[in-house]
DNA sequence: GCCGTTTTCGGCCCGACTGTTTTCAGTCG
């Protein structure tokens, strides 16, 4: 027997990871298996709701499951959690080893090509006895190169092309991840931009995951309102920058662009645009949500509208509010839209009336010019420069936090700040501000004891410090908590940077007890920040909403490393939308002697 | 296998696109 069929084969220690995604697509897998087998409908489904569930959860549950903390997720009952529970704890599962071993593995691995599910793979597993996981794709393609899959049933000349596509693609993108949603952005505006110049066009919104300001973004999916479909799709399929074609149909049409990323238009007459945007702007828990919702009021929901489910009436909208009115809801901003407890909250009117753009009145995580003889790099832009930026952008203050002189210098670190006082004081004296003021701070690393790199002698020539973590990302749970804590007992430390320490795509959140920091920062009134970086995003808006119930304050930076940078703020109140905060969560919604009162307090603290 | 303001049984979303077919199957979102 080919070992792929072997249960012991399956019992092979985390055979398919640990993350969150990993572990969905096992419960995908264990799906197709049953699918294969031609089980329950029912079942499959029910496998596959729960991957969807658990690939949308934000917290790693491996972390939770061998941490013995329990969870609850919608769609993830006690058979499956139970199996999920075995999975993490053993390496395997006895019964998913059993329910996936009379498939070869290889089956499952052919799923991730694109166009390629469950009945095709095995029919091409099976047909050409690909049972190697090793080198499947590789396998694939070379048969499919020889023009042997054409002339296999239910396949032709186009399949066989299209599936040599998918599998090169496939093969040279799969280190891929998803992008970050600033280069989304960007690649979302210039197709806007090209499509827009159609004179046809009555309305363009962007969809999906970009609309719903997620981190990263997988598929581009852009809503066009007009009379004349054809004329759209036609100027939209030639987009200059695109790779190639897709798929191109009358309500619908489907491009590849630079990074590999497929940007997806949709068609459809103006008054029914608003159940388009609602629909494809999800996410799909938010749907099934809503759908339920609708379902109980006797309408069955669509990319279309409402359908009402006694006569079969179909009603429009042309506008996303009238929708969510027609169904007797708030409207629910996009950023919201992730399937928690928005809908429920909206037909109570009990959404949080969340934070604007306009409501940030200054950014204290800037990094000036100025020579600090950090060993992170410096700003570009000199105070000069900064301030009118902040001026430009309607601001009443910024903070200067520049990297702490490298800890090597110990004796000179007094007198590189001291100079730095006397630099900034000049241009701030010199430029006469009125209803402005700067602020002079410190981004401190966090050490891996939890000191800071700076004496007591330093505190006078800093209003504030920011403190954060720069190195030793991976201490454990119980270290890197006590670690944090202590440095935020120091004296003058008025915010918490960047407190996760994650680069989307390249480096992990670290592991630290949030509850004791947040509920210790509140105490302190220590702000958390919420980094605007694209590439950080930090805090994550999971933890954003799970922790502003304890009533802890934020602060929205940008940690700006040049004066244009202070335009990312807009990234950081995405995020802070996006886990639910309010005006009043957020302290640089403050006007200047609010905050000039809270810096002050912070350092007579000891 | 999941779920419950119809709660321990009996329901469970569905339309578009592609390709191969000649009325449908597979895949995707």
């Known amino acids: 027997m080919n070992k792929n069929f072997d249960v012991e084969y399956y019992k092979q220690k985390y055979l398919f990871g640990k993350s969150n995604k990993e572990l969905a697509d096992l419960l995908r897998y264990i799906a197709y298996s049953l699918e294969l087998k031609k089980q329950d409908y029912f079942r499959i489904i029910a496998y596959k709701n729960a991957a969807d569930a658990l690939e949308a959860y934000p917290v790693e549950i491996y972390n939770l499951i061998v941490n013995n903390e329990d969870f609850q997720i919608e769609n993830i009952g006690k058979i499956i959690k139970q199996k999920l529970i075995e999975y993490c704890k053993n390496g395997y599962s006895q019964e998913m080893a059993e329910i996936l071993s009379e498939i070869p593995i290889t089956v499952f691995y052919l799923t991730q090509v694109r166009s390629v599910g469950p009945k095709k793979a095995y ?135 630079k990074n590999n990323i497929r940007v997806d238009l949709r068609v459809i007459d103006k008054s029914r645009y608003g159940s388009m945007l609602q629909y494809f702007t999800g996410s799909k828990l938010h749907n099934i949500a809503l759908r339920e919702y609708a379902l109980n009021l006797g309408y069955s929901l669509s990319e279309y509208g409402l359908k009402s489910v006694s006569d079969k009436q179909e009603i429009s909208f042309s506008s996303e509010k009238e929708l969510y009115e027609f169904l007797g809801l708030r409207y629910i901003p996009p950023e919201l839209r992730e399937g928690n407890d928005e809908v429920e909250l909206a037909k109570k009117g009990k959404l949080p009336k969340l934070i604007k753009l306009s409501d940030i009145k200054g950014d204290l995580h800037i990094h000036s010019s100025f020579d600090t003889q950090t060993h992170y790099d410096l700003g570009s832009s000199d105070l000069n420069e900064l301030i009118e930026k902040a001026k430009a952008l309607g601001y009443s203050y910024i903070g200067i936090a520049d990297h702490n002189p490298k800890y090597s210098l110990k004796q000179s670190v007094q007198k590189i700040l001291a100079e730095r006082k006397k630099y900034y004081d000049q241009i701030i004296y010199s430029k006469k501000l009125e209803q402005f003021n700067v602020f002079i701070g410190l981004e401190c690393d966090i050490l891996p004891d939890g000191s800071l790199p700076i004496t007591d002698e330093c505190l006078k020539y800093l209003d504030y410090i920011i403190v954060s973590i720069h190195s030793s990302f991976d201490l454990d749970k119980t270290k890197m908590t006590q670690r944090i804590l202590r440095a935020l007992n120091y004296p003058k430390v008025c915010v918490f940077g960047h407190p996760t320490a994650r680069l989307i795509n390249k480096r992990p959140a670290i592991s630290a007890d949030w509850q004791k920091i947040f509920k210790f920062c509140k105490e302190k009134n220590i702000a958390v920040e919420i980094n605007s970086s694209p590439e950080r995003l930090d805090l994550p808006y999971e933890l954003i909403k799970m922790y502003k119930t304890f009533g802890v304050k934020f602060i929205i930076n940008t940690d700006s490393h040049n004066a244009d940078s202070l335009d990312l703020i807009a990234y950081g109140v995405d995020t802070a939308r996006k886990g639910w905060l309010t005006k009043d969560d957020v302290v640089n919604t403050n006007s200047l002697d609010k905050i000039e009162l809270w810096i002050q307090k912070q350092s007579q603290k000891k």
């Open 123 to 257: 029919k091409l597993v099976e047909t050409f006895k690909l049972f190697n996981p090793e080198t499947v794709y590789e396998d694939l393609l070379n048969v499919a190169k020889a023009g042997k899959i054409q002339n296999l049933e239910g396949f032709g000349k186009k399949s066989e092309e299209s599936l040599i596509k998918a599998l090169e693609n496939y093969l040279s993108y799969k280190m891929q991840s998803r992008i970050l949603l600033y280069l989304a952005d960007n690649i979302a505006k210039s197709i806007i931009d090209w499509v827009s110049q159609n004179q046809d066009i009555l309305k363009i919104n962007v969809l999906g995951s970009i609309r719903r300001r997620c981190e990263t973004v997988g598929d581009i999916d852009i809503a066009v309102a007009t009379d004349n479909s054809k004329a759209v799709i036609d100027r939209f399929l030639e987009y200059p920058d695109k790779i190639k074609i897709e798929n191109a149909g009358s309500n619908k049409a489907s491009i590849i662009v």
